[in-house]
């Protein structure tokens, strides 16, 4: 008699909140990272970024899935990028009929869309496991979270960098801004005291938790 | 090691239909896609197309002036590698057709990629003025160069321009985008005196 | 009709594409493919996966291999049920074996923030190992259970907490496998049966008067249990209580008896006990003061 291995129910509400904060993919996981460094440079960037990615893993989520008891084990990445790709095609073409500021800003980073490590992981480790609400849920969560992050990190650049938030001019015009921030260096150090700052809250609220 | 047991030239047929439904199966994912990406395209492909050109009329109309007798023809088969497209603009006054200037569509290399300039040129072969068509400069760096403040420095400029030579300053921490809008606007003039003037003279002489 | 040709010609390329490199890819897998027993597989399915390493082996898989080539027996995976046993025995044909007693993990030390006081303030890694040397912790005695959780890491099954400044075993979700015993320095985690009702949450050998200054809850060796305990199964070792399990029933008289209320329920939650004896208490220390003096305890036996 064969004895099955017992699987834990999935909770939506857990599968959101891990999405968001406690598996964040950027803070915690730390995945998707080159995006982040290069697309915010401004907060509307950082929009627009967040809700392509949305899009793509919601969708590639839900038809990765769907799908899953179908894709034979040897073809699994190929179809996955297939079926990435498409949605990512589909998100790029969009943008460049109703958004183009939006997709000349972000430029080739919106077809860097499907080789996100943040689709594929989810895809691969959560999607191919999960049934469709999960999956779509996980989607959206996953989404959110990198858009938060992402924002947090753009916020910090472009008022530190360019004196501005969503183009407005917070310091008065002549203000003159650590143009530095907006370089790729002051993306790196942004994105690192933000994952340092997030870690040391959880450690606190480990901690506090246990004792 | 390669394990050979199974995977010698006598596959079995089971094996034979195995892979060809694997194959198949990856088909078909793709021929879905496929379709799927066909008909967004052919929802969106007329509107980017209509928003590019677009975008150029209005550039057009923002530097050669509002005029309603104004007639824009594009220039077939003139444009060298840096130019993308070339607008003659003229104007129909009493049935005669007066020039009024050229405006030329064309690429630079810039930080961010390629950006695209639209420079309007006066009848004479001066600049009248440049407006950007598409950018993927960085805020506050690059994209500072591409605004009127920096690009109005070049009107009725007619020969080659260089940078840092009087009153054209590159844009501090911004060098290689305003290289790359001088040589951008260098090689319209450039294309200007070479193959616009002769065409024009020659209409002329005509 | 002219929509149709272009789809099919889309279809054409990039589906001809697809089905080669699909079959390429087939024909790749199997040219590469690793040579696996088959019933390594299979018994795989039937462990937990976890990779605890209780059974004394690596891993889940360490252990099939280790079953499949009679190494090992079938029943040293703590989780299995007497069936998945009896499926593995059949799949590696090993003889039949049976499912070990059932144990679970037993802390001895009940100290939490309420009933002991610290000498010190510690502000360093959360390692238990880091603190051995320190006076063996920052409570007062120094048998207690230091409190930053090495055990809790060493738990796959997620089966131990540190609550209150001691840790706790989760009973229900505990499978007996022994991670966290080797995890612990002090070694205050043993296995008990998992039918066992009662047990001493206390390995102090400090004498009686000593736990009494500085535990509300420690042992002190009165042997009031080991008097009224009907089946003699308690003893007093080193002192301290300690129950054997094979003579102790379950009456729970120990329990009731047991002044300091050291001895507990274990399915969690204090027991109702009278603390009889007022415990002499020292002064907590202040909070951070900067310095820290330890008790000098006479930890000696007579």
Same mark, same amino acid.
Not at chain 1, 180 to 204: E, N, R, S
């Given at each position: ?19 968001? @904060? ?61 079926? $990435? &790709? ?111 700052? @997030? ?13 | ?153 070049? /009107? ?28 951008? @606007? ?21 | ?16 594409? #697809? ?31 976890? /990779? ?5 082996? #690596? ?25 998945? $046993? ?59 259970? $230091? ?62 008067? &000593? ?26 070792? /080193? ?58 305890? /006479?930890?000696?036996?007579?």
């Amino acid at each position: 008699m064969k004895t099955t291995v017992k699987k834990n129910k999935v909770s939506l509400i857990g599968v959101l909140l891990d999405g968001i @904060v406690f598996k964040n993919p950027v803070l915690i996981q730390l995945l998707g990272m080159c995006p982040i460094l290069a697309t915010s440079t401004s907060l509307e960037n950082a929009f627009g970024m967040g809700v392509a990615v949305t899009f793509v893993l919601f969708f590639s989520n839900i038809i990765i899935s769907l799908l899953r008891k179908i894709i034979p084990e040897k073809i699994r990445i190929a179809a996955y990028i297939i079926i $990435i &790709a498409g949605f990512v095609s589909v998100i790029d073409m969009i943008l460049k009929a109703y958004l183009p500021s939006l997709s000349s800003s972000l430029g080739v980073f919106i077809p860097l869309i499907v080789v996100n490590c943040i689709i594929f992981a989810r895809a691969e480790s959560f999607a191919s496991k999960n049934g469709v609400i999960p999956s779509a849920v996980d989607g959206i969560a996953c989404g959110i979270g990198f858009t938060i992050a992402l924002s947090i990190v753009s916020a910090i650049r472009e008022i530190l960098g360019n004196g501005t938030i969503l183009g407005f001019h917070i310091f008065g015009e002549s203000f003159q801004p650590a143009t530095m921030m907006l370089l790729p260096f002051g993306g790196f150090l942004t994105l690192g005291f933000v994952i340092a700052l @997030v870690q040391f809250v959880t450690d606190k609220i480990g901690k506090g938790g246990n004792k | 090691m390669l394990n050979k047991s199974s995977s010698k030239k006598s596959v079995s047929t089971t094996e034979l239909k195995e892979i060809f439904a694997t194959g198949l199966k990856l088909c078909i994912f793709m021929s879905v896609i496929c379709v799927m990406l066909f008909f967004v395209n052919s929802i969106t492909a007329e509107k980017i197309a209509e928003f590019e050109s677009k975008k150029i009329n209005d550039a057009i109309i923002t530097i050669m002036g509002d005029d309603p007798n104004m007639t824009i023809e594009p220039l077939e088969d003139l444009g060298d590698s840096s130019v993308k497209e070339v607008y003659k603009i003229d104007s129909m006054v009493d049935e005669q057709s007066q020039l009024i200037g050229y405006c030329v569509y064309a690429k630079a290399k810039g930080y961010g990629g390629e950006f695209n300039l639209l420079v309007g040129l006066n009848a004479d072969g001066t600049v009248k003025g440049i407006s950007v068509i598409s950018d993927s400069e960085t805020v506050g760096i690059g994209k500072k160069v591409l605004t009127d403040s920096f690009l109005s420095k070049f /009107n009725g400029k007619s020969e080659g321009v260089t940078l840092g030579s009087g009153d054209i300053v590159a844009v501090s921490g911004a060098t290689v985008t305003s290289k790359a809008v001088t040589s951008c @606007v260098n090689s319209v003039l450039d294309f200007y005196e070479s193959t616009l003037k002769e065409a024009d003279t020659d209409e002329n002489n005509g | 009709m002219d929509l149709f040709i272009n789809i099919l010609i889309i279809i054409g390329i990039f589906g001809g594409l #697809a089905l080669i490199f699909g079959c390429l890819l087939v024909i790749a897998s199997r040219f590469f493919a690793v040579k696996q027993d088959e019933r390594a597989e299979k018994i795989i399915a039937l462990l937990p996966g976890a /990779n605890c390493g209780g059974c004394g082996y #690596a891993g889940c898989a360490s252990y099939a291999e280790a079953v499949l080539s009679g190494e090992a027996k079938p029943n040293l995976c703590t989780s299995l049920s007497q069936e998945e $046993i009896n499926a593995i025995a059949e799949i590696s044909g090993a003889e039949a074996s049976e499912k070990s007693l059932p144990t679970v993990a037993h802390i001895k030390c009940c100290g939490s923030n309420e009933c002991t006081s610290n000498k010190y303030n510690y502000g360093g890694i959360d390692d238990c190992r880091s603190l051995i040397r320190l006076g063996g912790g920052e409570k007062s005695c120094v048998y207690s259970c $230091i409190g930053l959780g090495n055990c809790v890491k060493a738990c796959v099954f997620g089966a131990i907490s540190v609550k209150n400044g001691v840790a706790a075993v989760d009973t229900k979700r505990c499978k007996g496998c022994g991670s966290c015993v080797a995890a612990c320095p002090k070694s205050l985690i043993e296995l008990i049966p998992a039918t066992a009702r009662f047990s001493v949450y206390c390995s102090s050998k400090d004498k009686g008067k &000593a736990v009494n200054a500085i535990c509300d809850n420690g042992c002190i060796a009165c042997g009031i249990c080991v008097k009224n305990c009907p089946n003699s199964a308690i003893t007093l070792k /080193n002192n301290c209580a300690v129950i054997d399990y094979s003579l102790c029933d379950g009456c729970g008289i120990c329990a009731e008896k047991c002044p300091k209320g050291t001895i507990r329920s274990t399915k969690g939650g204090k027991k109702a006990v009278k603390s009889s004896a007022p415990a002499v208490k020292t002064e907590k220390p202040a909070s951070s003061t900067g310095t820290f003096s330890f008790d000098v305890k /006479n930890t000696d036996k007579d």
